[in-house]
């Protein structure tokens, strides 16, 4: 039987050797190999005897159905579509338009197609890049790196006043950093038992925030609200150049500030207000589209001094965890610092391409962070005057940034429907969230450090944990776009501001 099968085998495989190698002299004769005998083993030779492996010596193939092989070219374009995705993502392009516009036309591409927006504009040059392949990389490292060395920050010369500023800001942010880090050591010193148990705790009863009222806050949108340090005020400011301060948690108008002649763009409270602050000294200030800045105390109407000079809307303004200090970001593509005890203007800074919109302060007292019309987001050292980082990543405008309290991560929303949450240690990324639906308009983190809320002009404001950023709580009630939220101090209760022309207060159940 063995014997048999064997010789069988044998005869089958001349068979298959002799018409191989026909085979390859046809094809190319000069070249022509021997095709070796396979050798197969004892168990492979019981397998062919019992007719379970076949060995065929002649040259029929099975042909695949049309079915079988359209589904295989969809498999096959599928995989390139993935490669050619994933090769797109790792190409670095241009976050400011008019290089993208620059770099196309060097690449002989129209420049901008029929209802093409930035963002649009920007895929299409990274799609590009990445069809390209390898043949497109010098010629892209080039054209940047060419236009980059032609990049500049600007910085004006200071003055004596700002020289001493620095000097007083450098001991102050020391002392204030000294004091950080002791509470923070104080808490790393707990159980992380009760540390979690604490912070387990503030999660359920944010997961059950409801809305406790609602007010009309004027005739036009609502643009900005705030706390009050002590929590037991609200201010709030319009659209309709009016500014109000309401009592906390009734909702009831204490006082109407006015003006402006224009939209109100911000109103903060003083970090002094109800503590070292009386109510006929300064306790809110307030920004607008005339490109005034006014400031307020809580006894008369009218503002106690105007800040002008800046000869475009100003977005947004924050003070120094001092007070003494009130920052500023202006559509002129710059930032401003004054001293509001003097009402001097201490530092006009340039630095980005487009308008600055978005502006928030350390709370050290050391860093002031911007964020622009350009997408970038912009740290700068006021002890020293530099930019000390930029971090891109923003497909379009940033519109609220806010420090965490634990000096180390940034927040920044954009209109990219995004918030990144930014390590300062490292100078890097470390969340992006898609965390609405539309731009986000603002952000802010709890004194604690242990949540955040976002509002969006997708209607709704959420509450998310930090910073692991995992989403708490969706409040929705709102019907039109929430333009600004705050978080009073005792974390009881939380407002949001919107285009609806109402102010909404929240809280647990």
Sequence with gaps: GRATTFAKMESAFDLIQRDLTREAERRNPTQAKVVARPQI???????????????????????????????????????????????????????????????????????????????????????FLAAQGADVGPSLRSATEGRAENKEVWYHEGSDELLAMRRWVTTYSFARAEARLTEARKALALADTTRMAKRQQLHTRLRTFVNYGSQVGDNRPVSYCQFSPTGTQLATCSWSGLSKIWSVPDCKPQLTLRGHTDHVSAIVWHPGSGTAQTTSTLNVASCGADGNICLYGLEADMPLATLSGHGARVARIAFHPSGRLLAASVFDRSWRLWDVETRRELLHQEGHSRDVYAIACHPDGSLVATGGMDSLVR????????????MQGHMHEVLALDFSPNGSHLAS???????????????????TLPAHTSSVSSVKYERGGDFMVTGAYDNTAKLWTAP?????????????KVMCVDISPDNKFIVSSSYDRTFKLWCAE
């Design 468 to 480: 692991a950023c995992a989403t708490l709580r969706t409040l929705a009630g709102h019907e039109s």
């Design 413 to 431: 929303g954009s209109a990219d429907n995004t918030v990144k949450l930014w390590d300062l240690r490292e100078d890097r990324c470390l969340y």
């Design 41 to 127: 083993s004892e168990a492979v030779a019981i397998g062919i005897a019992a007719g379970n492996i076949n060995f065929s010596a002649s040259k029929e193939r099975m042909e695949l159905s049309e079915s079988a092989a359209a589904e295989i070219r969809k498999n096959e374009q599928l995989i390139e579509e993935i490669e050619r995705k994933k090769a797109a993502r790792a190409i670095i392009v241009p976050t400011d338009d008019d290089e993208v516009k620059v770099m196309l036309r060097d690449y002989d591409q129209p420049i901008c197609l029929f209802g093409e927006g930035p963002a649009d504009r920007r895929e299409r040059l990274r799609d």
């Design 379 to 390: 740290v700068w050292d006021i002890r020293t005057g530099r930019n000390i980082m930029v």
